[in-house]
């Protein structure tokens, strides 16, 4: 690896020839539009909307949005903006969930048409759309059930990944006054690079200590779930989520608490979320649920009747923009 980087040489201050002079005016003047886009595009209820604004650089070309254009959502999603072709010297912009691939040389977003893709990812979660200027606002995609992802915007990311927390475990009365409370999840971080159109599958385990696992051709990510709190046995800690593969750093899920005579032990919290409370610390039978994603659910509690642990919470993929 060598010689990389070029030089784009400054324009001279004295008169030149225009073959010389002039060129190198030019030849700065077209880098530094390279990939331009100083559109506008906002969110709204059931919608998004493009604003009269610009320029914003198409093969080498500005143009400027001239008229506000209106996009009703449907479904919700991952939306993108591009510009067709439509009568010489105009693009018309439309709207779709199908990425792009990013073109280094143009410095942009394409379609597999040759379409320009404008820089803004628009979020629909069915009310509220939410637009997001790409390479300027953070943004989080939140996935919490298996299935596939696809990168909308090629640059780097990062994936916040957490398994299941434990649920707590059930009490049934004459054999113990407790469950065990439910262990928090495992939370592992990765950074790294994500290409357009480049797919990602969400695997889930909702099993007690199982792994979640997200994963594409070159990368595997592995976060183990919380274990459940045991039926009936109080005096003992619930473990939390340990293994991992595939991350650049982990945290580990905290225990689930042991139980005393006033109740005072909770799930296990996981990076992400605080583990619930007994049913007795609560003044019921139910124990609580996990609150936020991967921690473990408090132990039932019994009276008269069983006790019910709470849920932990649900797994989740996080990917930050």
Not at 38 to 67: H, Q
Request: a neutral charge; hydrophobic letters at 35%; proline letters at 2%.
């Amino acid at each position: 690896m060598a010689n990389e980087a070029s030089i784009l040489n400054n324009p001279t201050s004295i008169p030149e020839a225009v073959s010389t002079g002039y060129q190198r005016q030019n030849v700065n003047i077209v880098a530094a539009r390279v990939g331009m886009d100083e559109t506008v595009v906002i969110g709204g209820a059931g919608k998004c909307t493009l604003k009269v604004s610009g320029p914003v650089d198409v093969n080498g070309v500005l143009y400027t949005i001239d008229s506000e254009v209106e996009f009703a959502l449907n479904i919700a999603g991952e939306y993108i903006i591009y510009l067709e072709d439509s009568i010489a010297g105009h693009l018309t912009p439309k709207i779709t969930s199908q990425p792009g691939l990013f073109s280094a040389d143009k410095n942009a977003h394409y379609t597999a048409d040759g379409y320009r893709i404008l820089n803004w990812l628009i979020q629909y979660k069915g009310a509220n759309a939410i637009a997001y200027k790409v390479g300027r606002d953070r943004f989080e995609t939140v996935i919490t059930a298996s299935g596939q992802w696809r990168c909308m915007f090629s640059q780097p990311y990062e994936i916040v990944m957490c398994g299941k927390g434990g649920n707590g475990g059930n009490a049934v009365y004459g054999a113990s006054d407790y469950g065990g409370n439910g262990g928090g999840a495992l939370t592992g971080h990765k950074k790294l690079y994500i290409e357009a159109s480049d797919v990602w599958t969400a695997v889930f385990s909702a099993a007690s200590g199982g792994t979640c696992s997200f994963a594409n051709i070159a990368n595997t990510l592995q976060a183990q779930n919380g274990y459940n709190g045991v039926t009936n046995v109080r005096d003992s800690a619930t473990a939390g989520g340990s293994a991992h593969a595939g991350f650049d750093r982990v945290v580990a899920g905290k225990y689930g608490g042991f139980n005393s005579i006033d109740g005072r032990a909770f799930g296990g919290d996981s990076e992400l979320g605080i583990g619930g409370e007994t049913g007795k610390f609560l003044n019921t039978n139910n124990g609580g649920n996990g609150k936020g994603y991967g921690s473990g659910g408090g132990s039932g509690y019994v009276i008269t009747a069983t006790g019910i642990g709470g849920t932990g919470a649900p797994a989740v993929i996080i990917i930050r923009g």
